[in-house]
């Protein structure tokens, strides 16, 4: 069954322990590892009379246009074997109208219904492939509202970016907040994951622009600028963080068809450039080997960080370099510990970061490397009198 749901609907509480009957648990396992967009889940309850400590009841987080849908999902304890029930938001009011709708126009084929009353539960792939359904559904239900809206600007934006792939939008509305329409723009056609050797990334790394247009219901001679942000997959900021990207002006009269392909240009050649800073922060760890020694620990993939132990006279510590993407642009940040001496807690003791030693990034990576060497001689004998400081040892 598909239907709305209200405000603090609940009526069973959250129970422990968390297990769910293997048949559910196999469903929202399988959901959860495949599903091609994040998606999480958010709340477990039980909502059998019977069996209380059996969760079968949860709330699922969805991505969608940089932002998330949260729709319940109800299972039956007591018939692990029936479909389960899908609530949507209380802000999706007519979305379970459109479904009915949409489902006979197309004469049931594509309906959500159907996988409700085809359910298989030893069919592990049943849930995902619903809430798939639903989504792209979900994705149709928005663009319709936004066609609808009675703003000749919007519809042309509209018209000059619909033969783009991946676009999706949002309708908002409501009593205490202006309607708005929030565009999901996917940028840069281009496969960043298989750019990184060895990426450890699940999901296909990428990076989005936010459009969002207030909603204009009379003529407007010179429309506003669209507030515009740039979002990304979390992963990405281990090689390129967005927060460094100063977006393009967008000019008077300027449309999002006129907008992107600059924007598109200058971010290309930066995630281009963040590729190839990693194979620079590689041979800066190489250059450290060469100083100190093989590392006990380095990052192999992104080439972030690195630990190496080294010694002044009978003081042994680790030195541990944190190398942001922005390197050799900003210098490393280094930071002491010490193998031989405690806090009272018995953990070891570390220095502050530091970062206040001889740096020009102009400099030739051996060079770097052999000046952090000679800044830790004199720090050495800093750090191992701070070590032996009474306090630090009670």
Known sequence: MLSQRHTQSRSATTMSPETAPPLIAA??????????????????????????????????VISYCLDVIKWDIIFDAESPMAAPDVIF??????????????????????????????????????????????????MSFQKKRVAEVDDDRLKFEISTIVAREGIEMHMSSGVDKPEEVKFSVPLLDMNINKMVPGCPWKHKQKIYLQVIYPVEKK?????????????????????????DVKLPTWLNGMCMAEYLPHLEESLENQVLEAVSLIDVRRRFIEALALQFGRPLEADPVFCRKATFLAASGVFTFLVHVLISTQFPKQQPELMLQSSQHFNSQGAPIKSLFLTEYPWSPRWEIPLMAERICDYLTDEALNFKRYCNEPQLQH
Request: no cysteine; net charge negative.
């Open 27 to 60: 469903q929202l396992n399988y959901l959860l590892s495949h599903f091609p967009l994040v998606v999480k889940i958010e709340n477990k309850w039980s909502g059998s009379k019977y069996y209380p400590g059996i969760l079968d009841r949860f709330t699922l």
């Open 89 to 138: 938001g209380p802000d999706d009011e007519n979305f379970q109208q459109f479904l009915v709708l949409r489902g006979e126009e197309e004469g049931d084929t594509k309906s959500p219904k159907k996988f409700l009353n085809d359910w298989n539960s030893r069919d592990p792939t049943q849930l995902m492939l619903l809430i798939q359904e639903l989504r792209d559904q979900y």
């Open 219 to 243: 003529y407007v001679s010179t429309p506003s600028a669209p507030r515009l942000k740039l979002v990304s997959t979390t992963e990405l900021k281990s090689i390129f963080s967005i927060d």
